[in-house]
């Protein structure tokens, strides 16, 4: 890993820590007392201090970044590198009291040739005890309970009849709810873990298969690079690379072509 590169993760791990410690905060301080559908002024007010938080990093070690934030919008993104941040990942389950949340934070690099790839991603889970981590071609790595890191590597599994597959729910399929449908009804297991979680536990070899239809940039970046870092991949629906494409799709790579053309629409 070159000196540049150790400096970037070890700056986006630093991200991460600011955020964890306002959004765990915040997170243990919510009356979880809850009647009807939850207020969303507390998440609200936690999301933007996270990204407030981590902005005010960049601006201080990376001012010539460019950064893309869910709260706070784009700048600098004729910039040749931008950071992708997603203060919050999973706020519905921040607001009940469910732990399955996390801080998102990604390193886009713009290639000669036009395109784009993620280089760094950080995916902080403090209410899960969990960080997940890579870098490009250094592999991707879980840290449990702040012990020290461990590699992680996608499964093996090769035939959708021994898969594992996890999503978040049937909303905003259209008509890929049909072929997703029948998807799932061909699985071994079928879960919705939901979230960056899905993805993460591709990349650990837990679960085969996530899938989402409808997700931002921020949402997907630091995901891409740790499914491929451990084995993976990481398209959209239509087997695209990368986070770039509105909805997100990764695999242990060997069922990949298996999934995009399961989720073709009919026509």
Do not use: C
Not at 134 to 149: E, I, L, W
């Amino acid at each position: 890993m070159s000196m540049s590169r150790g400096e970037d993760l070890a700056l986006a791990h630093r991200l991460a820590d600011a955020a964890d410690a306002i959004t765990l905060t915040r997170y243990q301080a919510l009356d979880l007392t809850v009647t009807t559908k939850p207020d969303n002024t507390p998440v609200t007010d936690a999301d933007k201090s996270a990204e407030s938080a981590i902005r005010a990093l960049l601006h201080a070690h990376r001012p010539e970044d460019g950064i893309v934030g869910e709260e706070f919008g784009d700048e600098g993104l004729e910039k040749n590198r931008y950071w992708v941040i997603d203060p919050i990942d999973g706020t519905k389950n921040f607001l009940r009291g469910v732990p399955t949340w996390a801080t998102l934070i990604g390193l886009v690099e713009k290639n000669s040739d036009g395109s784009q790839s993620v280089v760094i991603g950080v995916v902080s889970a403090p209410a899960l005890f969990r960080r997940w981590y890579a870098f490009d071609g250094g592999g991707a790595f879980v840290v449990v309970n702040s012990d020290v890191p461990k590699k992680i590597h996608v499964s093996e599994v090769s035939k959708i009849e021994d898969a594992s597959i996890s999503h978040s729910d049937f909303i905003g399929w259209g008509e890929r709810l049909a072929p997703f449908n029948e998807l799932l009804s061909k699985a071994w297991r079928t879960r919705a873990h939901g979230d960056f979680w899905s993805h993460m536990l591709v990349a650990e070899g837990a679960v085969d298969i996530a899938v989402e239809p409808s997700l931002a940039l921020w949402d997907m970046a630091a995901l891409d690079i740790i499914v491929r870092e451990a084995g993976g991949r990481f398209t959209n629906l239509d087997g695209t690379d990368g986070p770039f494409g509105g909805n997100g799709l990764s695999t242990n790579a060997a069922l990949h072509e298996t999934a995009v053309q399961a989720l073709r629409v009919k026509r």
